[in-house]
């Protein structure tokens, strides 16, 4: 079983929309979940990081866990064609999963 | 941009053929981590460089290998290439601190590609 699942489908959405981004993960001792967006040619940049179950907001973007479910998730609220890129979770920095890739059509 | 670079961009290079790849972490940084990204795939850990010592290495056979300069620079060098390196290599480097976790920063990366 892998580490950390993530459905690899892409994902396209009106601008405007609300994206809704989620991975698995196998190991409860894991202890950060990371979500990372990268465009194209460019390496992985961090989006956000939480330690502990719940939410955690910056502006449009909220991370979501939920410890008991082994399950992450990342909200995009108000997308922006900007926001097109591949979105990828991470759980303590080591294991990646596979990425989305987000289109927002304007 | 985050200040990590790498080089080359880009490179070609035969099956059986060694090759070399280079990072440069960002200032104040002192560990560096090696990925290899397919396409299609999330990053893959090779390892990890902390004060010149590996700190950590992935499922990656031994031709994978590694330096670490005192100016906490790095190198990837992969022996006996395959088709299947074919890749993105990445580098990020952070800052280890004493407890807690600490943010990596990717470099653009180098493609890799293995004829």
């Known amino acids: 079983q892998k580490e950390v699942e993530q459905d690899p489908g892409p994902l396209s959405v009106p601008e405007g929309a609300i994206v809704s981004l989620n991975c698995t993960y196998s190991?409860?001792?894991?202890?950060?979940f990371m979500w990372y967006r990268q465009y194209s040619r460019k390496g992985p940049e961090l989006l956000m990081y939480?330690?502990?179950?719940g939410n955690k907001e910056d502006g449009r973007f909220t991370a979501q866990v939920d410890k008991s479910s082994k399950y992450i998730s990342l909200f995009i609220r108000d997308s922006q064609p900007s926001d097109s890129a591949t979105y990828l979770c991470?759980?303590?920095?080591?294991?990646f999963g596979k990425g989305n890739q987000v289109v927002v059509i304007p | 941009e985050t200040g990590v670079t790498q080089s080359p961009t880009h490179l070609i290079k035969t099956r059986g053929q060694q090759v070399t790849l280079r990072c440069s972490s960002q200032?104040?940084?002192?560990?560096v981590s090696w990925y290899q990204q397919a396409l299609g795939q999330g990053p893959q850990f090779i390892f990890q460089?902390?004060?010149?010592?590996?700190?950590g290495r992935g499922n990656f056979p031994p031709r994978f290998s590694g330096l670490q300069f005192p100016n906490y620079s790095s190198e990837l060098n992969v022996n006996a290439l395959e088709l299947d390196d074919s890749a993105l290599y990445l580098c990020?480097?952070?800052?280890?601190?004493?407890?807690?976790?600490?943010?990596?920063?990717f470099g653009p990366g180098t493609r890799l590609t293995v004829l």
């Open positions: 460089y902390y004060r010149e010592e590996e700190n």
């Open positions: 200032s104040g940084h002192n560990t």
């Open positions: 990020a480097s952070s800052s280890k601190l004493a407890g807690g976790t600490d943010t990596q920063y």
């Open positions: 939480t330690y502990s179950s």
């Open positions: 991470a759980v303590d920095r080591l294991a």
């Open positions: 190991n409860s001792a894991f202890q950060y």
